[in-house]
């Protein structure tokens, strides 16, 4: 039975997956490959294959139609497949080198064939054993620039703007990060995970009416306000690495939103490093400034050259909207601190802290820096504002 003229969705087994491979014609027809299920995320399977002989290898990742971190208990959409292919194409247009190559894509089957990128390491994972990757937050600060630029209206036009909305409507991936991020951490929800020893700091977030009401308006703006295309999950495990390449994958959570949304995930993903890395503490506070620089610069930059809108085009409305994104960048990244420290889906960056009392205390300052954020993103004024209340609440 061949696997490309499958008319219903059915998982993938190292048997079929190595069967799709060999019916693509990616390799060899008597090659003798080898397949892995490596898949460690929190929502597909994902096979690497490779042919030993000629050393080719790519990856094949496939959506379950459930959420693997919970089981089936949980059904998830299996579109979210093509919204992920479709999402890395455009982005892979315009920050190549950024991207993984996608080969084929497979809507029945939910499937992507892409860019092996196993010569890389997740980013979380090398940061946890020690690696500080020089040049990750350039590489960040330029995708960002150009991903948030070249999906905007400035960049597309209104016209071409909303076909693009249209095509990335993604009401399922959207609903778990409003649950997730914006709504369960703030109750005695099910879905939250923390240990007892936090009790007393998580029940004093549930009754912080003023940080509820800040997280409420955080919540509509993810919600209603459809500034670009964003990748939806830009954490440190959605980035491969090493001293040289940065690789940012797994964008199945893409959908118009607000801009600093993509920007806040990537700084808060950092601060658990700055909050449990007191070696290079210094040089994660560094990527985070870099991170903004770079954006602020390459973004504006693509302002001037390529804005499609003239009317908008002087530098203070630049310099609005660009304060803007920091603005809701500072009160999303407050919400990812809080939601990966007392939520349902967390970070190895804290949770695999042996010594309790440490532990305890990194997660403390993760929540602390998360309300400041929320809470204080409009009096923050600029980055170094940023990097003294990072500092001032770390150290
Ligand atoms: C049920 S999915 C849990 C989390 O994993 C994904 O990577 C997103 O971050 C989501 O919030
Ligand atoms: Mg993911």
């Not at 060999?22 to 399977?45: A, T, V």
């Not at 080198?97 to 990128?117: F, K, Q, R």
């Not at 509820?212 to 491969?240: Q, R």
């Not at 620089?293 to 530098?315: C, D």
């Amino acid at each position: 039975m061949s696997i490309l003229n499958l008319e219903a969705y059915q998982p993938l087994t190292e048997t079929t997956a190595t069967q799709l491979a060999l019916e693509l014609k990616i390799f060899d027809e008597e090659s003798q490959l080898s397949c892995k299920e490596i898949g460690d995320g929190n929502l597909n399977l994902v096979f690497h294959l490779a042919e030993q002989k000629s050393g080719k290898s790519i990856i094949i990742k496939q959506a379950l139609p459930y959420a693997k971190v919970v089981g089936e208990s949980w059904p998830l959409t299996i579109k979210r497949a093509k919204i992920e292919a479709d999402a890395l194409k455009i982005f892979g247009r315009i920050a190549p080198a950024y991207v993984p190559e996608v080969y084929y894509t497979n809507d029945i089957l939910a499937v992507t064939v892409m860019e092996d990128l196993s010569h890389l390491s997740i980013a979380r994972t090398g940061f946890i054993n020690g690696e500080t990757y020089p040049f990750i937050s350039k590489h960040l600060g330029e995708y960002l620039a150009k991903t948030l630029f070249y999906t905007s209206d400035y960049a597309l036009g209104p016209a071409a703007k909303k076909e693009n909305v249209q095509k990335f409507i993604n009401p399922e991936l959207c609903n778990i990060t409003e649950d997730l991020i914006f709504t369960d951490p703030y109750f005695d929800a099910e879905t939250n995970e923390f240990e007892e020893g936090l009790r007393a700091d998580v029940e004093s977030i549930w009754k912080d009416d003023e940080l509820i009401f800040h997280v409420s308006v955080l919540k509509k703006c993810f919600l209603t306000e459809a500034e670009v295309l964003l990748h939806g999950d830009l954490h440190t495990g959605s980035m491969f690495a090493n001293h040289s390449e940065t690789k940012v994958i797994d964008p199945e959570f893409a959908y118009y939103g607000p801009a600093g949304f993509d920007i806040g995930q990537v700084f808060a993903n950092l601060l658990f490093q700055v909050i449990v890395n007191d070696e290079n503490r210094h040089l994660f506070i560094h990527h985070v400034e870099t991170v903004w620089n770079v954006f602020n610069e390459e973004f504006s930059r693509l302002w001037e050259a390529e804005n499609k809108e003239k009317l908008v085009k002087t530098h203070l409305f630049l310099n609005h909207v660009v304060s803007k994104y920091f603005e809701d960048a500072l009160g999303f990244t407050g919400c990812e601190l809080i939601r990966r420290t007392i939520g349902l889906a967390h970070v190895a960056d804290l949770d695999r802290i042996e010594d309790e009392n440490i532990r305890l205390t990194a997660k403390r300052k993760s929540l602390e820096l998360g309300k400041i954020l929320i809470k204080q993103r409009k009096e923050i004024k600029g980055l170094s504002e940023f990097i003294t209340a990072v500092k001032e609440m770390i150290e």
